[in-house]
Structure formats: C-alpha cells, structure tokens
C-alpha cells in the first residue's frame, strides 16, 4: 500500500517536471515575439501570402500548407519552418482557396534557436497557436510553445535526423 503510495507521489512529481519542460512565461513570451515576427512580414495573421495548399494527414490537417524561411527574434537568425492546418476532415483545395479564414485550424511553427538550445532535439522551438495567435494548449492546460514533447517525439522518426518530414535539406 505504502509502495503504491509513494509510486503515485513519484508520478505526481514526474509529471510535473514533464510539464514544467515546455509552455512556462518563457516559452510563451518567445512564442509572442516570433508570432509578431511572422505577422510583420505577413508569413502570418490577416493579409498573410498564401500558397497553394496540399492535402495533409494526421496530426496536421487535411490540408497545408508549408513555408521555409528565416527569422531573427532577440538577434538569433535561424531557421523558420511555418506549416498552416486546414480542416475540416473533407475540406477541398477550392474551400480553402475560396475562404481560409473559416477553414484555418492552427498554425504550427519550428524555429531553430541557438546551438545548444535543444541539443537533443536540434535546438528546435516548437509551437501551436490558434489562427488568432495565441497558444493551443494541451489537454492538461499547458501551453505548446518550447521543447513540447508531443511535437518531438513524433519528429523525431523523421529521416534524415533534422526532425524535418518534408525535406533533408540543411536549414540554417
Ligand atoms: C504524430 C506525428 C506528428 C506530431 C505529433 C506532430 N507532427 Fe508536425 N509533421 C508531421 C508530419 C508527418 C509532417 C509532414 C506533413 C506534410 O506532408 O507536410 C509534419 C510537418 C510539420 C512541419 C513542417 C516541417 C516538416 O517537418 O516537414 C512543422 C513546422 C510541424 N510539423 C510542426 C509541428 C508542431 C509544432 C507539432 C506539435 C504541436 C507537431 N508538428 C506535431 C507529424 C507530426
């Protein structure tokens, strides 16, 4: 009994450090700059350029759209990979194109800090915001901005070991 106890306390504890990994005032501080970043230069928000979005899969949506570029956020310039969620299940090419707005589900966003940022995970930041620009948050109420770990450990099965699906290209 007393054995489950403390086994529960652990599992407590643990799962708070887990949350405590990603989403603090940190992580979403950093997360509001670069969504600024990305609106000034119209890569998000009202008026955002558009390209021609594809079918998708799981978790992303049915339809996306990718965009590769560079950002600089507090004299960091590294690379930004934007990828745009459309939905719902059955949504067309013509739909989205016709209305965005009513079909945009979320807009999930990599960023690469700083060398020795996330060296386990390519010094990747992670992020989920709403179309309005805030953050998803987990089920648990956690932000997703920073190392969140739904995010990595799917990437990190990508090819090629830069937790990129679409491509091995070596972005900066
Ligand atoms: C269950 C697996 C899975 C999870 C979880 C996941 N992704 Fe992805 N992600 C993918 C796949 C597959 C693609 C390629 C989709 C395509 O065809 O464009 C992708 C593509 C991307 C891309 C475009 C760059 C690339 O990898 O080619 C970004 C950016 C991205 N995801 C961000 C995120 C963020 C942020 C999260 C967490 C909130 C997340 N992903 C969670 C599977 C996942």
């Known amino acids: 009994m007393r054995l489950v106890m403390i086994a529960s306390a652990l599992g407590l504890a643990a799962g708070t450090a887990f949350a405590q990994d990603f989403g603090g005032q ?6 509001r700059q670069l969504w600024q970043n990305m609106e000034e230069r119209n890569l998000a928000g ?3 350029v558009q390209a021609f979005p594809y079918p998708g899969t799981d978790p992303h949506g049915v339809m996306l759209e990718t965009f590769y570029t560079d950002a600089t956020v507090d004299g960091h310039t590294g690379a930004l990979v934007i990828k745009r969620n459309y939905g719902p299940e059955g949504v067309t090419v013509d739909q989205v194109l016709d209305n965005r707005g009513d079909h945009l589900a979320a807009v999930t966003v990599m960023f690469r800090r700083v060398e020795g940022y996330a060296p386990e995970s ?3 930041f992670w992020a989920k915001y709403l179309p309005d620009g805030s953050l998803d948050e ?6 997703i901005a920073g190392m969140a770990q739904g995010c990595i450990s799917c990437h990190s099965t990508a090819e090629g070991e ?11």
């Open 26 to 31: 940190e992580d979403q501080d950093y997360a």
């Open 162 to 172: 830069n937790y990129l699906f679409t491509t091995n290209a070596d972005l900066n």
């Open 138 to 143: 987990t089920p648990e109420g956690t932000p």
């Open 46 to 48: 009202e008026g955002a």
């Open 122 to 124: 390519g010094n990747w």
